[in-house]
C-alpha cells in the first residue's frame, strides 16, 4: 500500500496532485509516484558509480572514509527526518537527496573544476545540470524510452534545490534541451522537500567532513574546541567524557552536531513557513525566497565551521597534492578524447559521428562525468601508459 498523504501539511508535495511524467506509465497498487522515482534512481546505473567517487578524501586511501555514496545515503536519511517532522513528503525528499550527487564528476570537487575549465568554450559543465541529464536522458535501462522517466517535482528538485536559477543564463538555455512534461520554471524555488535535500547535504557534509579529517589524522579535537558551531560540543563532550576513546568522543561529537543542526531547521523552518503564510505548494514556489533555512546564529557559525574545514582540510598539502593529480586526470583525458574520440564503443562512435566540436565535447564530458575514480585511472593508464600515484 502507498503512504496516506491525509496528514500531510498544506503546503507540503501530494504524489496524487503531481503533474505526472513525460512518458504515462499505470498506476501501482503499492507505491505513490514518489516512490517509483526513489527506486529508478536507486536502481539506475549513475546511483551505483557514486561508491567508486570521490567525496573529499580520494577512495582508495581506505580508512572508512565517505564517498559519493554513504555521503548521499547519510543526506537522504537527514531529509527523511526533517521531512517527517515538518509534515512534508518524505518520499520526494528522498528521491531528491538520492539524486542530488548523480552528476557529480570522478575525483570529487577537484574532478568537476578540471571538467568544467576544459568545456568553458562549449558551456561549461554543472553537476546539477548533468543529474538532470542523466536522469532524463544518459541512462538507458527502459524499454520504450531513454532516462528514468521521473515525475515533473523530482525532476524540478534536482535542478532547484539549491535554488531558482535565474542567474545562470547558460543553465537556463540549456533547460530547452530537458525532456519533461512540463517546463521546470528556473525562476521559482523548488518544494519544500528539494528545499530539504539541499540543506541536509550542508548538515552530512559538516559533519562527516570533521569526521573524515580526524580519521585521516588532519586535525584533533583540541583543534575544534573555539571553531563556531562544533566549538561548544566539543567542550561539552571533552569535559562530560574526557575518560573514553578518542574516536568515541569524535562520534559524540558528530551526533551531536547533526541533531542540533537539523533540530534548528526544523524550528527555523516551522517559523518561516508561520510568517511567510504559505498554503500550498505553489505558494511555496512563490514565496521568494528558501523557507528551509538555519537560523541566523547558526548560519553565521555554520559559515565560520566552513572557512575552518577549508583552511585546515579542504587545503591541506595531503588533501591538496592528490587534488592537482586528479585534477591533471580528468583535464589530459578531455583533451584526448576531444583531439582523437578514443573512448571505447558507443561513446567513441558518438563521438566521432558528432556534427561540430561543440557536440563531441558534450559527448565528451557525458562519459567523463560517468566514470568512477578507478575507471578514469584505468583509462589514463590506457591512453598515456601511466598511473598516477596518489600520495
Same mark, same amino acid.
Given at each position: 500500500m /502507498? $503512504? %496516506?498523504? $491525509? *496528514? =500531510?501539511? %498544506?503546503?507540503a508535495s501530494r504524489p496524487e496532485e503531481t503533474l505526472g511524467r513525460l512518458y504515462s506509465t499505470g498506476p501501482s497498487p503499492t507505491r505513490s509516484e514518489?516512490? @517509483?522515482? @526513489? *527506486?529508478r534512481i536507486i536502481h539506475s546505473t549513475a546511483f551505483r558509480r557514486l561508491q567508486h567517487k570521490t567525496q573529499v578524501f580520494l577512495h582508495h586511501e581506505g580508512r572508512h572514509f565517505r564517498? @559519493? =555514496?554513504?555521503? /548521499?545515503l547519510e543526506v537522504s536519511q537527514m531529509a527523511r527526518s526533517m521531512a517527517r517532522a515538518l509534515r512534508l513528503n518524505e518520499d520526494l525528499a528522498e528521491a531528491v537527496a538520492l539524486s542530488h550527487d548523480l552528476g557529480h564528476t570522478p575525483f570529487g570537487h577537484a574532478g568537476e573544476r578540471a571538467l568544467h575549465a576544459a568545456m568553458s568554450p562549449f558551456g561549461g559543465f554543472d553537476h546539477n545540470m548533468q543529474a538532470i541529464r542523466i536522469v532524463t536522458r544518459l541512462e538507458n535501462r527502459y524499454a520504450e524510452h531513454d532516462g528514468l522517466n521521473l515525475t515533473w517535482e523530482t525532476l524540478e528538485g534536482i535542478l532547484?534545490?539549491?535554488g531558482p536559477l535565474t542567474g545562470d543564463g547558460a543553465a537556463v538555455e540549456a533547460l530547452d534541451q530537458i525532456p519533461a512534461v512540463a517546463g521546470l520554471r528556473p525562476e521559482t524555488h523548488a518544494s519544500l522537500e528539494a528545499q530539504i535535500a539541499a540543506i541536509a547535504d550542508d548538515v552530512a557534509y559538516n559533519a562527516h567532513d570533521i569526521d573524515d579529517a580526524l580519521r585521516a589524522g588532519l586535525i584533533v579535537l583540541d583543534d575544534l574546541r573555539e571553531v563556531p558551531l562544533v566549538g561548544p560540543i566539543v567542550q561539552e563532550v571533552l569535559t562530560r567524557y574526557p575518560a573514553i576513546a578518542p574516536k568515541r568522543q569524535?562520534? !559524540?561529537v558528530q551526533r551531536r552536531l547533526i541533531t542540533r543542526s537539523i533540530e534548528d531547521v526544523i @524550528?527555523? /523552518? +516551522?517559523?518561516? =513557513? !508561520?510568517?511567510?503564510?504559505? !498554503? +500550498? %505548494?505553489e505558494e511555496v514556489r512563490r514565496a521568494g525566497r528558501t523557507l528551509v533555512a538555519f537560523s541566523a546564529d547558526t548560519a553565521r557559525a555554520e559559515r565560520g565551521l566552513k572557512r575552518f574545514l577549508f583552511e585546515r582540510v579542504y587545503r591541506h598539502p595531503s588533501v591538496m597534492a592528490p587534488v592537482h593529480q586528479s585534477e591533471r586526470v580528468v583535464s589530459d583525458l578531455f583533451a584526448r578524447y576531444l583531439r582523437t574520440s578514443d573512448m571505447p564503443g558507443r561513446w567513441g562512435a558518438s563521438a566521432t559521428a558528432a556534427p561540430s566540436e561543440a557536440a563531441r565535447a558534450e559527448v565528451i564530458g557525458d562519459f567523463i562525468a560517468g566514470m568512477t575514480d578507478p575507471y578514469a585511472l584505468d583509462e589514463y593508464a590506457r591512453l598515456f601508459d601511466a598511473r598516477p600515484e596518489f600520495r
Amino acid at each position: 500500500m /502507498t $503512504s %496516506p498523504t $491525509s *496528514d =500531510l501539511a %498544506p503546503y507540503a508535495s501530494r504524489p496524487e496532485e503531481t503533474l505526472g511524467r513525460l512518458y504515462s506509465t499505470g498506476p501501482s497498487p503499492t507505491r505513490s509516484e514518489f516512490q @517509483r522515482d @526513489r *527506486d529508478r534512481i536507486i536502481h539506475s546505473t549513475a546511483f551505483r558509480r557514486l561508491q567508486h567517487k570521490t567525496q573529499v578524501f580520494l577512495h582508495h586511501e581506505g580508512r572508512h572514509f565517505r564517498n @559519493r =555514496l554513504t555521503h /548521499t545515503l547519510e543526506v537522504s536519511q537527514m531529509a527523511r527526518s526533517m521531512a517527517r517532522a515538518l509534515r512534508l513528503n518524505e518520499d520526494l525528499a528522498e528521491a531528491v537527496a538520492l539524486s542530488h550527487d548523480l552528476g557529480h564528476t570522478p575525483f570529487g570537487h577537484a574532478g568537476e573544476r578540471a571538467l568544467h575549465a576544459a568545456m568553458s568554450p562549449f558551456g561549461g559543465f554543472d553537476h546539477n545540470m548533468q543529474a538532470i541529464r542523466i536522469v532524463t536522458r544518459l541512462e538507458n535501462r527502459y524499454a520504450e524510452h531513454d532516462g528514468l522517466n521521473l515525475t515533473w517535482e523530482t525532476l524540478e528538485g534536482i535542478l532547484k534545490h539549491n535554488g531558482p536559477l535565474t542567474g545562470d543564463g547558460a543553465a537556463v538555455e540549456a533547460l530547452d534541451q530537458i525532456p519533461a512534461v512540463a517546463g521546470l520554471r528556473p525562476e521559482t524555488h523548488a518544494s519544500l522537500e528539494a528545499q530539504i535535500a539541499a540543506i541536509a547535504d550542508d548538515v552530512a557534509y559538516n559533519a562527516h567532513d570533521i569526521d573524515d579529517a580526524l580519521r585521516a589524522g588532519l586535525i584533533v579535537l583540541d583543534d575544534l574546541r573555539e571553531v563556531p558551531l562544533v566549538g561548544p560540543i566539543v567542550q561539552e563532550v571533552l569535559t562530560r567524557y574526557p575518560a573514553i576513546a578518542p574516536k568515541r568522543q569524535a562520534h !559524540e561529537v558528530q551526533r551531536r552536531l547533526i541533531t542540533r543542526s537539523i533540530e534548528d531547521v526544523i @524550528r527555523t /523552518t +516551522s517559523d518561516n =513557513l !508561520e510568517g511567510a503564510g504559505v !498554503e +500550498s %505548494p505553489e505558494e511555496v514556489r512563490r514565496a521568494g525566497r528558501t523557507l528551509v533555512a538555519f537560523s541566523a546564529d547558526t548560519a553565521r557559525a555554520e559559515r565560520g565551521l566552513k572557512r575552518f574545514l577549508f583552511e585546515r582540510v579542504y587545503r591541506h598539502p595531503s588533501v591538496m597534492a592528490p587534488v592537482h593529480q586528479s585534477e591533471r586526470v580528468v583535464s589530459d583525458l578531455f583533451a584526448r578524447y576531444l583531439r582523437t574520440s578514443d573512448m571505447p564503443g558507443r561513446w567513441g562512435a558518438s563521438a566521432t559521428a558528432a556534427p561540430s566540436e561543440a557536440a563531441r565535447a558534450e559527448v565528451i564530458g557525458d562519459f567523463i562525468a560517468g566514470m568512477t575514480d578507478p575507471y578514469a585511472l584505468d583509462e589514463y593508464a590506457r591512453l598515456f601508459d601511466a598511473r598516477p600515484e596518489f600520495r
